[in-house]
């Protein structure tokens, strides 16, 4: 009778760590709702708990809160603000709310504490694209393309910040190297063919390229291979 | 969301004070602004985040409210408006200047309805100025039929939806203007050309594809200026022009150039607002080229909301040359 009462005590009451866990897998089915709610059991536990707010924080980022993610992450980094993770999350938060000056404030954190990620010199690349602080988005572009050249999205950032920069012949470039990476994106064989035309006078190549982002669903290309690449 | 409604006079009282309100016609909800108020029609363009500026049909409640804003209606298509509208059927007419730029896209004529809906013509009727009426959709969503569409794609960008119910689906309103003295259409549409041409005769036909019309935009020829026209670092550019001894002018976004005269360049918004870029970029290029330079110099601006509309003009600029 004891041991089933024994059984039963365990059974009833998860560990931290078991709540945790369920939690994330709860996260990872796609179910941030119910992950939240072992999160918060986690937090109940233990109010020191700071992977868990961190995790909730994230979860919360899925259902895009993102004020009470910011909120969750802040918890977690008031624990511990040794890790970049918080700093990071919070970061990216912010930049879903287009707030990219606080943005940059944490991924400079989140930098600080871990040099080696590249994803934080990519999602500052993008916060600092937000700001319109071109040069400094290029050079973030280039420190994640340092580890790494496959990464078709960081080439067309980072050719967007080169036209905000005014610099089409580099912007064409890093085009040419985000459509080798990804034949599927038409808005870079768009830009890549419109730059082409407009500050190079390719007509051939741009038109080229204009018709493949047309065929690939960029119907805004129609208009300009009317205009410009008659037979 | 927005809030939807039959209220004329609160369309009214929103269009009046320069704000977007979604209107039923007979094909689908349009997005409505002050066609007069380039403010307004800035907001159109921001709101549809569309990529690049087309002419926008201006929509009255009668003919009479044309003269308005054009220099008049050649007889033939008078007799064309008498027998169609409302309906189906948009005129291609000669501009006066009170009609901003971006309704026209620098062009010197402007496309102009009456739709045939009740809802519209009452609000129409009870206004002092044209509707600039694009379709209540973002760029890339397809056409509203419903007010609840609107609601759906647009409800957080505008305050009301005049509810007209389900507009009926039909064909997009065919174009007509004059080219060379001779009656043209220029977009198939709703309105068969054997019915035009039992009115005015033999009309010709100027169209790019019958499958595939191009929309009003692209009627003719985009505004471009005549000199060559450079994109580039303008600091860079007026350098090398000023080593070549090139007379040019410059459009910047933002910033004035302490070095050259003050009547070679045109600054689009000193403030940086893309709005105001937008407002004053076909009169910057119309300026700059009456100038007795040999190029214009030009920047891109930022590639986001309507600075993407205005690279894309500056982008053809330079291409026609």
Known sequence: MIWLCAIVLVSCAPTEQELFDEGIKMMESEQPEKSIEFFDRVIEKNEENTAAYNAKGVALFQQKKYDEAIEAFTSSIKLDSASYKPFFNRG?????????KEAIVDYNYANALDPNQTDIYYNRGLALLGLEKYEDAVFDFDMALQQNRDQPLVHFNKAKAQLGNNNPLAAMESLINTVNLDNRNAYAYYLLGVTQMSALSQKEEGCANLKMALSLGYAESKTWIDDFCGE | MAELGTDIEKAKALLQKGELVAIPTETVYGLAANALNPDAVAKIFEVKQRPSFDPLIVHVGSIEQISRFTTGIPSPLRKLAEAFWPGPLTLILPRKSNIPDLVTSGLETVAVRIPDHSMTKALLNILDFPLAAPSANPFGYISPTKAGHVNDQLGNKIDYILDGGICEVGLESTIVGME???????????????????????????????????????????????????????DDLINRYDQKEIDFAVLSYDKKYPNIPESRQFILSPSRDLAEAAKNLFEGMRILDKLDVSVILAELLPEEGLGTAINDRLRRAAADH
Request: hydrophobic share 35%.
């Open chain 1, 92 to 100: 990216n938060a912010y930049l879903e709310k287009k707030a990219f």
């Open chain 2, 180 to 234: 060379d003295g001779q009656v043209t259409v220029l977009r198939l549409g709703g309105l068969d050309i054997s019915e035009i041409e039992k009115v005015v005769g033999r009309v010709s036909v100027s169209i790019h594809s019958s499958s595939n019309p191009r929309s009003p935009g692209m009627l003719k020829n985009h505004y471009a200026p005549t000199k060559p026209f450079v994109l580039g670092k303008l």
